[in-house]
């Protein structure tokens, strides 16, 4: 019996449990794509407009690679439920925020570099970044309560998926809630960017309406039977759009 599969990628795949790579989370979120899209966004929404699809890949090869450096797989034939590991699981939760990031900052000023730091709490910071630009993109009527919601769902989602792997298969991946936080900051952080940048561009827009837009002048006579106007008003009218 084949214990263990080693992927070009680097991927694991044995009985017990399945490591994926980059690479093959964002094969696997481009191939779940191809089969949604051959029985399901290939067809036109309700109202008749074009899915996204281009974006929706996005989505897909995106969610494929934070699973991929996030979650790791335990197969039924790598249980180890018992209550010794529950208890190890549980008792290494960080509950406090930033505490892991206090000790990482210190330890780089000891070695005088911050490369892990930026690596580790900046990474944690920009994962989920993506998310809250592409989510409004592909659904543009989200709101700002739905985003909040969806960006403390996700990260929320990952760290109780490690923590069960690690009650079921043993201690791999740390669970802390100082990940959520960050996650979740990251998230709300491309929502706002998305935002910022519609708004400008809207504003822009209405500017350069306001420019082109031509002057109707009118000349209204002051009384019947008048040639000539002793009076003239000027109405400018110009075309805005709100």
Known sequence: MLESIRTPAGSSISWERIHLALPDGLLL???LFLALWLFHFRRPLAD???RPNRL?????LYCGAVGALTLRIT????WQPTAENTARALAAVRWLPFESAVSIFRNSVAIGTMKYFVRIIGGNFIMLLPLGILLPLIWPRLRVR???FIAVLTP????LLQLLDNILGGMVRAVEVEDLVLNACGCLLGYGILALLRFLRRGLAQRVQRRRAPALVIWLPEGPGRTRPSRKREIKMRKSRM
């Open 56 to 60: 929706l890949c996005l989505l897909f």
């Open 75 to 78: 197969l039924p034939a790598g």
């Open 146 to 148: 739905q985003m909040a």
């Open 48 to 50: 008749g407009r074009k």
């Open 156 to 159: 929320l989602c990952i760290e």
């Open 29 to 31: 979120g481009a191939l």
